[in-house]
């Protein structure tokens, strides 16, 4: 969680949500409840979407036009039935009753759901307004195509605009809670602007960053914070970093018993095999063992969709052993797993400055993860290549990117560690 100056909480009286990624998981709308109805191929052209939006190469009306496509043919209900499986986030329902005792207002403007969808959803946690996508239906059955005012340019700033006309309010009586950029029209209407789990556009354009926990915005909307204070590591971080932290095993493993293409093959299966065990989950099957561990090192925000951090983890340690010669492969999954690692928990542990250009990173974890991707990295390089590559890989660490950082620091080090004479 960041930190920041404080506002004028006490007037501010209208919260405006966002709701995939928010109030619903971001990563399970459209994808594993339509997976029945749009074949194979379909739920594969699904997931190339979302990674192409999700890195800035398709725009979200773009992706959401083609989906809503494939379901042409269905019927309202059949897709409101699917739409009813999904489960709210942990949490939601805490935060709309607090927000509605203490008085606030409270509006749901999503762009990827139905508006009769995002009524259900304000009706079930007493939200006062709800906006969605409008479907065209002929008899009963979607066209596949989808309209209405929030598809538009700045659509949904158009939206907020006529609540803030009908309440009477200003800006300064308006807060976001969102969680990537096609919000960002909304922000120059809202005087509190929180990035809940943002992507790397919000994590510098939000006032305050919330991860895991959405209660964690309470404090921030209804108290006058100087700052935001991070809560306790939960039993599920602390088996996630022990699972980080303990691959720095790898490179050992790779010198003295299997070597690194053996240990590149056997991480990529436990991958598949991952990957398959999270489709199961999501469809409601228990994959053994796997599922297992998901569920209890999964945070609040991922229990209920498609978990990717491991993946991505696993292919930054495979990319390394891959890519780079040995001492500069090893020394890279040292700073990814020791460097990263022990930058999230010192980070969480006592973290109070964030950067200004990411404020879902603490200046205290990349420091001591730092300290410790360096010491980590001179077992298998000489100090001052050791540095320059810790130094490297704690630099993406907390730079607001596309792409994952469980990626991103172990390709960055090793090109370094590679390029260095």
């Known amino acids: 969680m960041a930190n920041g100056k404080a506002y004028g909480h006490g007037l501010n009286r209208l919260v405006v949500f966002d709701v995939e990624g928010v109030l619903i998981p971001k990563r399970r709308y459209l994808l594993f409840e339509t997976m029945r109805n749009v074949g194979l191929w379909g739920f594969i052209k699904i997931i190339v979407m979302g990674i192409l939006y999700e890195v800035g190469l398709l725009s979200l009306e773009s992706a959401l036009k083609r989906i809503f496509m494939m379901l042409q043919g269905l019927t ?3 897709v409101f039935q699917l739409y009813k499986k999904i489960p709210l986030m942990p949490s939601a329902r805490e935060v709309f009753e607090r927000l509605n005792k203490a008085g606030y207002k409270t509006a749901l403007i999503s762009l990827g759901l139905p508006t009769l969808f995002v009524k259900d959803l304000a009706t079930r946690l007493n939200a006062d307004y709800a906006f969605g996508l409008e479907l065209e239906v002929v008899n009963g059955h979607l066209t596949g195509v989808i309209g209405g005012d929030v598809l538009k340019s700045g659509g949904k700033a158009m939206v907020l605009k006529k609540i803030l006309e009908k309440e009477g309010l200003s800006s300064q009586d308006c807060v976001i809670v969102a969680d990537d950029r096609n919000n960002l029209p909304m922000f120059p209407l809202c005087t509190l602007r929180v990035g809940y789990n943002p992507d790397f556009i919000l994590s510098v354009k939000s006032d305050f960053v919330v991860k895991d926990d959405l209660s964690g915005i309470l404090p921030i909307i209804t108290d006058n914070v100087l700052q935001v204070s991070s809560p306790a590591i939960s039993r599920s971080e602390r088996i996630r970093e022990t699972i980080h932290i303990g691959s720095f095993l790898v490179p050992f493993v790779c010198i003295y018993i299997l070597g690194s293409y053996l240990v590149s093959s ?13 489709v199961a989950r999501l469809l409601g099957i228990n994959f053994p063992i796997l ?13 209920y969709e498609f978990a990717t951090a491991p993946i991505f983890f696993a292919l930054g340690i495979v990319f390394s052993l891959i890519l780079f010669p040995a001492s500069a492969s090893y020394a ?10 022990f930058a999230n928990i010192f980070g969480r542990k006592f973290g109070s400055v964030t950067f200004p250009f990411n404020k ?5 974890g990349s420091i001591f993860g ?5 010491v980590g990295a001179m077992i298998f390089v000489d100090p001052v290549k050791a540095f320059v590559g810790a130094a490297a890989g704690m630099l993406i660490e907390c730079l607001p990117l596309p792409i994952s950082d469980n990626l991103a620091i172990p390709l960055a080090s090793g090109l370094v560690l590679t390029l260095i004479p």
């Open 76 to 78: 309202v209900d059949e």
């Open 266 to 278: 056997l991480i990529l299966i436990l991958t598949l095999l991952y990957i398959i065990s999270e």
């Open 291 to 303: 599922s297992a561990i998901t569920w209890r090192a999964a945070n609040k925000s991922e229990l």
């Open 332 to 341: 890279s999954i040292a700073i990814l797993t020791l460097g990263d690692g």
């Open 360 to 364: 879902g990173k603490n200046v205290e």
């Open 370 to 374: 730092f300290l410790f991707a360096s």
